[in-house]
Each structure stands twice: as C-alpha cells, then as structure tokens.
C-alpha cells in the first residue's frame, strides 16, 4: 500500500513539473507582447529589449524554465509583473474562496447522488424514472443560464440572498452562506445530474452480480446486502468520476464567479490570463496541477480501501 | 519426421506477468508432439494445463519462448506476417466459444468469403465456394445474408467451421470446439467434424479437457499435466489403460453416465487415491 | 429452432445497422432534437445570405431599439447592433466550435484509442499515461490560462479544447478495442492472415462506433457551452459574434431590456439541450432499451392455487404446476416453465437434467425466491414440509434461507464479494441466521471450513476471494451453504465450472456432507455422468416441461420418454473408441477451385 502511494505521489510530482513547462513553453511565445503591454505605448525597441533582459526571458528557455522551476521548490513563484504583489499568497488568498464554495458544493453532490442513484437502482420503477428524469433536467439547464435565473428570482425579485459578493466563513459565517448558496446550488445541479447517474449505473451492474444473489439465498437481509456489499463494491467506480468532478467543478466555477462577482480563482485567472501577467499564470497553472494531483491521490486512496484487488496491483 | 504434417519440438511459451522485476511465468516447459496428415491428434488437460497455448502457438497467437514449430517441413516457429498469410491457406481454427468467434456486425457471407478474398480469391469466386461450404456444413444458403445471432450456438460452430473450411487447409486447430454445447448438438458437430476428415484429410489438432470427446475423434491422444507432456500414444490405449498415474487420474475421475459403472469407477478411484497417498506417505517416511 | 424457421421469422430480417436507423426515424426525440438542431445550423449557415445585415454594424440611433423596430425585427443591442444578425451569425459560430472541438477529439481520440487498445502493453501504458495526463488538466482554466497564446481565436481555442476533450474518446474507444482484442473473432482473423491495418478498420472498429457516435454529440455540446462559455466571460475576438458573448451583453443590460438576454440564452439552451437529449436517444437506439434496474419486489400475480390429489407420504419439497414466465418486448408474459411438478423426499438426492433452455435453473431458483425481478410466476405452487413459499415476502422467505434452504451456485469465483475476505462473509451470513456470538460464529466457520476440505483453514478465512483457486471457493461456498445444517440444499450445476479431477473431490464432498447431514438435494446438471455418480432419482426437463421421472437406474436402464432417450444416446460412450486410420488428404490445391 505505502508503495502504492509513493508511485501515485511520484507520478503527481512528474504530472505538476510537465504541465508547468507545456505552459510556459506556450507563455513564451507571447512574451514580447507582454513586455510592450507592460511598458505601454512609451515602449520603444530599446527599452523592451532592455526590460526582456530585465525580466530574464532573452535566456534560453529551458534556463528559463529551471530557474522558475528551482525558486518554485523553495516556495517562491515570483511577483506580479503588474501589481507586484507576491504570487502565492495572492494565489492562495483567490483559492480559499473558490474552494469554500466548489468544496461544500463537491459534498453536497456526492451525498444528493448517492441517495438518488441507489434509490433509483434499488427501487426501480416510478422512483427511478424519476430520479433519471432530475439528472436529466440537471444535464440540460447550461449552468450559467440557471445562475442567471437564480440570481433574476432569489436576489433581483425576491431580495433574500445577495446578488453579488463574498464574505469569508470567519468573518460572518451567515452572510457567507447567504453568498454562497446560489453558486453551490448552481455546482451541485451540475455535478449531481453526472454523479447520480453514475452511481446507478454502477449499482445497477453490481445488483445484477452473482454474489448478490448467493448472499441472499445465504439468508442476509436485502437492506444489507444492499448497504454492506453492493454500494461498497459500485463506489469506486463512483469515487473515480468524483475526481473528474472536482476538476469540472473548478472550471465551472470560473464562469459563476464572473457572474456573481466573487473575488475567487477563477476571477483572478481570467484577469491575470488577460493581461499577460505571467508569473501569476504560471503561479495558478501549479497550484491547481498540485491541487487536481492531491484530489487524485484521495481518490486512488478511497479505491485502494475500497476494493481490496486494486490494492494488489 | 518430414511425413509430419507438424511437428513441435521442445516448445516453451512463457508470459510475462504484471511488473517489470517479476519473471516471466513459463506455461509450457518443452513440449515435443506430431500430428500427420489426414490424422486427429488429441490433446487433453485441464485448466492450466497449457493445452490452449500449444494451440495458440501453433496458429502464431503467441510467441514461444523456446522450441520449433515445423509446418509440412518449414520452420514457423518465428513466422512474420507475410508467411503466415500464407500460412492461413494450410491452417485454420475453430474455437470453443461460437458467441465470440463470430463477429456480431458481419454477415455469415461476409464471415465466410473474408478469409478467401484475402487469400486471393475474387469475389465471385469467393460467393460461389461459400455456397458450396454452407452445403458442406449443412446450413442453408439463405443464411448468407443472416447475423450471427440468428444462430443457435450449434449451428454458430457450424458456421465457424465453415470459416476454417474455407481456404481448404490441410491442418485445422480445434480448441474445445464442442465444450460450450449442448449434449445432443455436441454430438452431431463431432460427426460433422468426422465426416469431413474422412472426405478431406484434413488434420486436427483437437484441443479439449473432456476425455470421452477426444476419444471418440482422435487416432491418437497427448496428455498435458501443468505444461509438461505426461502421455501420449493410439487414443485406445492411452484413453483405456494409461500407464502415467495423471492420465488415470484424470479418466477415473470423469464420472461415467451409467449408475453401476460409476459406483465401480468410484470406488476405484478411491483405491487409487488411497493408494497414492500410501505411496506418498512412504516417499515422505523415507525422506 | 431450426435454421429453416429463423429463416422464415420476418422480424429478423433487418440488419443491425438497418435497425438502428429504423428505430431512430421512429424515436420523437430523436426525430425533433435532429431538427432543431439542423434549422439551427442551417439557419447560421444560410441566414447571412439572405439577411444581408453585417452583425458588427454598430447604429447608435437604433441602440436598444425594440422589437419590430424597421431594419431589426428582434430589436438591437446597446450599440444598436442587429439582434437578429447576431443570433444567425452566433449560431455559425457555435456550429463551427462544435465541428472543430469534437473534430479533433474524434481523430485523436480515436486513432490513439485503436493504437493504445490493439498494440501491445507497452503502447497501451504511454498513451493510457499521456491520456491520463490530459484529462487531469482543468481544462477551461487552461484555455483561459493560455489566453495570451492564442489571441482570441475561438478556431484556435476550440482546436486546443479539442485535445482535451479526447481523452473521452481515448477511454470509450481504448476499452471497446480491449474487449473486442479478446474475442475470438478477432484471432480468427489473424489466423485468417488479416493485417492489423484490416483487422482494426473491419472488426474493431465496427465493434466502436456506436458508443462513439453518442458520445460525439455530447462532446459537440460540450465544445458550443465551452466557446458560449469563454465568450461570456469575455474572452476572444469581439468582432466574433457569439451566444456566449451576447448573453454576457444581455446579463449587464437585462433590468431594461430583458429580451435582448432571453434570445440568445433561448437558442443556446435549445441547441445545447437538443445535442443532450440525441445523444441520448442515440444510446437508447444502440443499446436496445435503457438500462432497467431490477425491480424491487415482486410483482406477480398471486400464484393460483392448485388443488392436491391423492397423496401418499408428503415429500419435503413440492412442486405442482409451477409456471414461471418472462414479459416480451410486447409486453406479454411469456411463459418458459410450464406447469412443473417435482418432489424431493426428505434425505433424497435429485438431479434436475436438461439441456440449456429447458427451464431447470429456473424451477430452481423458484424455490429459493431468487428468480431475476422481472420473472413472473404466473402460476403453481411450491411447499416446503407442507408450507407454501409463493407469495411470501422477502423477510418471510428469509426465515428459510440460509437455515431450511441452501443453494451452492455455479461459478464459484463471481459467487463470492470480492471485497471481503472469505471467512468475514462466512461469518457474517451464518450471524444473520442465527444467534451466534460473532466468536462462536468464527469457531464454527473455522470448523467448517476444515470440515470441506479445506487444508488450512485459518489463513484462506483471512484471505479474499480472488487469492483462492476455483475449487477452493466451490468448498467455501458449500461451506456456507451446509453451515446451517439445511433441510434442502439446492445445488446448480454446483460443479460445471470446475475440473474434471476437482469435480470428482467435490462430488464426493457433496456425497459425504448429504450423508452426515441427512439432507435433501436437488440437484440441477446438464451432466448425466454427474446424475449416475450422486443421484437416487432424477427428472428430466425439456423446454420448460417436465418429461420424465424416475429412479436413477431404473430411468438409466430403461428410460420411458423418447427426450431422455436421445439425451443418453449422445453421450459418447465410453467403449468405442475411433478406428478408422487417417486418411489421405485430398489434393487441397484443386480444391482451391
């Protein structure tokens, strides 16, 4: 198992260093604009030659790169070239308010699919047209027109949750949820709608499997059966898409955190990737590799003690 | 050894298993046999055996790890892609799961004339020689058109048969061909099978565990025990009085459709084992 | 049946392919989304012609100018440009993301797909690895990322989007080339001397394309909502119309003209909505009929019941007139079991014979209540020591289970939950039976195991099932069958998955445990040599009927019905042995007419 790990750590590691330098071998294509975006219609030949050496980017891109790459590992991913702020709080700071949202809407999902999709496994019929129909209905409402609607019904009309804005959890943890509810609502109608059909999927293969059958005949009750054996052994491929869906789920959140004007990650990449601020792409582009990695190993982990024979390989 | 139509010697497969500092798990360890033309050979093991990979050897689906596989004199042991096209004249297959060997999107007229146009053959030719097979095997023509799950699984083997008939080959490998069907079909696809050696000459190389099958279609049998060749010899002998205490095993312990028989056949395996065990527990004393 | 009838059976006449279609043209989903979504296209394509209105031609005299307004039939935006210009060219703008972002998915995806699933593991583990990689990329926080890179393009954006969007492909098409490399069919055509370029665009690659095209229209949705998407949040070329772009303009705009949000919004949802519901309808056409979970319940109708005759000492298990029947794609029950009548005695053991199809297994299942949700009983009854078991409720049927009535399965590996160990099953199963202490529970199945042959029983209770050889599980299960002592073990082709040397151990275990135990057994077999070896009586079935039953040897000696007669006429008897020499092939290459 600790071996197992460590492969899944290694590989994350690889993973991270390989998406930050794809990246910044594309970034470096656009770095004279930058230069010139920075120095602003007052940029002269000279002076972007002379800021591009400022900035290190006339030296060979893989010195670039390492250079980067070596400050990264000690912590330190350089300065805004616009507002000279330092990239990692200023990354974290935009993070921990994406994540207070894209989290509470990630559990949320997780639990709404489980309970609609065995239901709709175990108890067929009516109850799993149903459920199939709210997964449906989930999968076709594009989540920014939802958001829109919300915000027109609950914030504009109603007045009773807050159209724009964001409070953190330690400061007034009931305007925070009041902030929140919207865009969670709007990510676990999303993510619920593919959740949930997985996860009926996966029970239904599994209830039609032999053991189920021997177990009963064996005198063990259907509740049982259902709980202990059949929804432990669909969870992993259920717990697989759960990776997926966060990574999903960040993206969305991008366009709600524009909609609702929140002060989050998405917000902050959008700007950033607009005016070329490089440091703070790449800074971004590292932190959510690192994230999507650690999602990932939370995944293989829960799949390792979910099904022994994954942990054998 | 020329007038064998195969000839293995010494074959070793091995696979490799998962991870890379694992070694690779040896499924045949040197296995030599013949069959010649016009003549059924036998081979009869259990799971693991290794008798499926003496097959899929024979027919280039895995390469062997040691030994050589001689065709009418040839080496094929290392056969590229272009020697085995030609190959595929001479040599066929009819497998055990007729679900499987079938493509489902194909109709049986495409399944047929396939194996022919890439032979060379053009398509008329093709169409007039797969009328001629469907007659051979005993299906109606009008199945041409027809998918393969339109079939039961008899008349699917009939058709897969059909396929390996096709190119005329002089040896067909037959990997439990009749262990996936039902008692009373399986018995009219051996006579199938039969009359066509008889009126061919075609070869089989009959892969099966079921040693009442093999004995009633092979001139002489091999037995695989784990990879190793224990016996082989005429199908009545080796089939009636085995002389390897496997191979006695192996026929005591198939029970026999005829209660009084099996009450014998039972109560000599149970002498048998007694015996073995007795033997054992000397060796073990002696240790 | 014969070939003869399938030949002349009408409704199998359609090929598969054929059949799809036919089966979409009759879908009203499919029909109506297919619609909209080519007026949509079309409209995007060919409206511009017709509608010689530049989209970017800002008028700030009509800014904001309503509906019906001369010179705008839907209005105009803020900068007074033409809403209905705009709507047309944001639907060609759409349709062009949609071919670009699956396009290129399509050919990575596939092409890796065939050469990662067919070649050998190696191929299989770098493209699986690059693929992997791939997919763990937030994808709309990349393309926004390397905004700078492409300038606003959406073509370019698109085409970037693309390769993330293959790894779907990748996994649909490398997993269908998986399982299809291992059919048969597939080695047949090497055998055939097939090249791999002929076998993968001829064998595999049929086998893929269904599943492919489903998902392709869901990528296709997903590549309009992505560029809609962007184009919202603003970034890309503003001289690119588009619906994203304009519900963003609509949003900020939307207390004093909320048209101007609705039109866009509305034709994007359509489209998006209409790429969702045809790829579902697609999947319903390719797969037959939805996935249907099992139903929980049952929902037969309450068995008749049958009045009894003269009886002489009653048998343990009674069966009379038991029908079991299976709803048809019309909707009718058809039966598969018609009217069986059985007794097991007390102590008896009783082969249960037949061909595949002839209904034993479900008779057998019956008994144990455990015949698949969708079968119905339509009629008969089925009593134990005199109490009738249809009709009652699974908690009812449960005080029989696994304490009167045992059941050994077939396939012992898929019998067992590979997720816990053997002796935590044993034990949690012998626990729901009884009143044992999770110790005492322990001792026994230890001693059970033990007791069935099992050499040392302390380590295989902690092992899993997929550690243990298929003998060794066929033991594990009798051991949880035989743990309650039952009056009634019913036992289906218990030994068919097995070696023939394993078979003969586990018979005689079978033999010995019946004798110790005083059990009854019915025993379902297709194998005669089985019957003889184990069987005091025996019935024989033929397509869902009972033909005939008797004494072992008496119906061995002398069997009455003309079915049982040509069953033991094909075993191959054990004396005759082939005689015939070989004989000289003839000349193959004449042959080769």
Request: hydrophobic share 45%; aromatic share 6%.
């Amino acid at each position: 198992m600790a071996a197992y790990i460590l492969r899944r750590f290694v590989a994350g590691i690889v993973l991270a260093v390989l998406v930050t330098f794809i990246t910044y071998l594309l970034l470096a294509t656009t770095f004279d604009s930058v230069v010139r975006a920075l120095l602003g219609p007052a940029g002269t030949d000279e002076t972007v030659a002379a800021k591009t050496t400022q900035l290190g980017w006339d030296r060979p891109i893989l010195v670039q790169y390492g250079d980067w790459l070596l400050h990264a590992v000690q912590g330190d991913l350089g300065r805004s070239l616009f507002t000279s702020e330092p990239v990692i709080p200023a990354v974290s700071q935009r993070l921990s308010v994406t994540l207070s949202i894209v989290l509470v809407a990630l559990v949320l999902s997780v639990l709404l699919s489980i309970v609609l999709g065995v239901t709709a496994a175990v108890r067929g019929g009516i109850v799993d047209r149903l459920a199939q129909g709210i997964s449906l209905v989930g999968m076709l409402i594009p989540g920014l027109l939802l958001s829109i609607g919300l915000v027109l019904v609950f914030a504009i009309t109603l007045k009773v949750l807050p159209a724009t804005g964001y409070t953190a959890p330690g400061d007034d943890f009931g305007r925070y949820l009041a902030a929140i509810t919207i865009p969670v609502f709007v990510l676990v109608v999303a993510g619920t709608a593919s959740m949930s059909a997985q996860v009926r999927g996966a029970m239904i293969g599994e209830l039609r499997k032999d053991y189920v059958r021997t177990l009963e005949a064996r005198g063990l009750s259907r509740r049982a059966i259902i709980l202990k054996h059949v929804l432990r052994n669909a969870a992993a491929p259920a717990v697989t898409v759960l990776g997926f869906e966060f990574i999903t789920m960040l993206g969305g959140a991008i366009f709600i955190e524009k909609v609702f004007a929140l002060p989050g990650y998405g917000t902050f990449s959008l700007n950033s990737a607009l005016r070329g601020d490089v440091p703070v792409i790449l800074g971004i582009t590292a932190f959510s590799v690192m994230l999507v990695v650690f999602v990932n190993l939370l995944v293989d982990l829960a799949i390792g003690w979910l099904t022994p024979k994954a942990r054998m390989l | 050894m020329s007038e064998q139509l195969l000839s293995l010697r010494d074959l070793r497969v091995s696979f490799g298993t998962r991870g890379v500092l694992r070694k690779p798990r040896e499924v045949l360890h040197g296995v030599s046999l013949d069959v010649a033309a016009g003549e059924t050979l036998g081979v009869v093991g259990e799971s693991g055996s290794g008798k499926t990979t003496i097959g899929r050897a024979v027919l280039g689906l895995v390469k062997p790890s040691g030994g050589s596989i001689h065709f009418d004199g040839t080496d094929i042991t290392a056969a590229n892609a272009a020697k085995r096209r030609r190959l595929a004249r001479d040599m066929q297959v009819v497998f055990q799961d007729p679900y499987s060997s079938l493509n489902p999107t194909m109709t049986i007229g495409e399944i047929l004339t396939e194996p022919l146009v890439t032979q060379g053959s053009t398509a008329r030719d093709a169409r007039s020689r797969v009328r001629g097979l469907l007659d051979e095997v005993g299906l109606p023509l009008g199945a041409i058109d027809r998918l393969p799950r339109e079939f039961s699984g008899g008349q699917r083997q009939r058709i897969a048969i059909a396929r390996a008939l096709a190119p005329s080959p002089r040896l067909i490998v037959c990997d439990e061909p009749v262990s996936a069907l039902d008692l009373t079909t399986q018995a009219r696809v051996l006579e199938l099978l039969l009359e066509i050696q008889r009126s061919t000459g075609v070869a089989y190389l009959f892969i099966s565990h079921d040693l009442a099958v093999v004995r009633h279609i092979s001139h002489r049998v091999a037995v695989l025990y784990r990879g190793d060749l224990v016996e082989t010899g005429p199908a009545a002998i080796v089939t009636k009085t085995p002389e390897h205490p496997y191979t006695e095993r192996l026929l005591l312990a198939a029970p026999v459709a005829d209660p009084a028989a099996q009450e014998r056949r039972r109560a000599e395996r149970v002498r048998l084992r007694e015996e073995q065990r007795a033997r054992d527990e000397q060796a073990g004393a002696v240790l | 049946m014969s070939a003869e009838q399938l030949l002349n059976d009408p409704d199998l006449s359609a090929t598969p392919r054929r059949s799809v279609l036919r089966r979409l043209a009759r879908d009203p989903q499919a029909i109506i989304t297919t619609t909209l979504i080519l007026i949509i296209v079309a409209a995007g394509f060919l409206g511009p012609i017709f509608l010689a209105v530049d989209p970017n031609q800002a008028d700030l005299r009509s800014a904001n100018a309503l509906p019906g307004t001369p010179g705008h039939p839907l209005g105009a935006d803020q900068s007074g440009r033409d809403i209905l210009a705009r709507l047309l060219a944001s639907a060609q703008t759409s349709a062009i993301s949609g071919l670009i972002g699956a396009g290129v998915a399509l050919v990575v995806g596939v092409t890796m797909g065939l050469i990662g699933g067919y070649f050998g593991r190696r191929t299989s583990a770098v493209t699986e690895w690059v693929f992997n990689l791939v997919m763990t990329f937030p994808g709309v926080l990349l393309l926004i990322v390397l905004t700078p890179v492409t300038g606003g393009d959406y073509r370019f954006t698109m085409l970037i989007f693309g390769f993330m969007l293959s790894p779907t492909i990748f996994r649909i098409t490398r997993n269908l080339v998986m399982g299809t490399k291992q059919e048969l069919f597939v080695d047949a055509a090497r055998v055939s001397g097939l090249s791999n370029t002929r076998i993968l665009g001829r064998h595999v690659l049929s086998a893929v394309r269904g599943p492919i095209i489903v998902a392709t229209a869901f990528l296709i949705g997903t590549a309009i909502a992505t560029q809609a998407g962007l184009a919202f949040l603003g970034i890309g070329s503003s001289a690119v119309p588009s619906f994203g772009s304009m519900v963003g303009e609509g949003f900020t705009n939307l207390t004093r003209r909320p048209l101007q949000f609705l039109w866009p919004s509305l034709v994007l949802g359509i489209l998006t909505a209409s790429l969702v519901l045809l790829g579902n309808a697609l999947r319903d056409a390719l797969e037959g009929l939805r996935t249907v979970p099992p139903r929980r319940g049952r929902t037969e109708s309450p068995a008749e019941p049958v009045s009894m005759g003269e009886e002489d000492e009653a048998p343990l298990l009674r069966i009379r007139h038991l029908a079991i029947g299976y709803p048809s794609t019309t909707g009718e029950i058809e039966e598969v079991v018609h009217g069986v009548d059985l007794d097991v005695r007390a102590g008896e053991i009783l082969g249960l014979v037949g061909e595949s199809g002839s209904g034993k297994t479900q008779t057998a299942f019956a008994v144990l209540g455990l015949l698949p949700p969708e079968a119905v009983i339509t009629r008969g009854s089925v009593q134990l020591n005199g109490r009738e078991l249809l009709g009652l409720s699974g908690e009812e049927l449960r005080t029989y289970r696994g304490k009167t009535i045992a059941y050994i399965p077939q396939e012992p590996m898929s019998n067992l939950d590979p997720s816990y160990r053997v002796g935590s099953q044993l034990v949690e199963s012998l626990r729901a039976t009884s009143t044992l202490s999770n110790r005492e529970a322990k001792e026994r199945v230890l001693a059970l195991l033990a007791r069935v042959g099992i050499p040392d029983p302390q380590r295989v209770f902690r092992m899993y099932p997929f550690e243990i050889s298929g003998g060794m599980a066929q033991r594990v299960l009798i051991a949880g069958a035989v743990a309650s002592r039952p009056a009634l073990l019913i036992a289906d082709e218990p030994t068919t998955a097995l070696d023939v040397t394993v078979q003969a151990e586990i018979l005689d275990l079978l033999r010995d445990l019946q004798a110790e135990l005083g059990m009854a057994v019915l025993l379902v077999t297709h194998n005669f040599g089985v019957v003889a070896d184990l069987c005091e009586s025996m019935a024989v079935m033929q397509k869902g009927r009972i033909v005939e039953t008797g004494k072992v040897r008496q119906t061995f000696a002398e069997p009455q019905a003309d079915y049982t007669r040509t069953l033991l006429d094909s075993i191959l008897d054990e004396d005759t042995v082939r005689t015939d020499p070989p004989v000289a092939p003839r000349d193959h290459k004449e042959v080769a007419r």
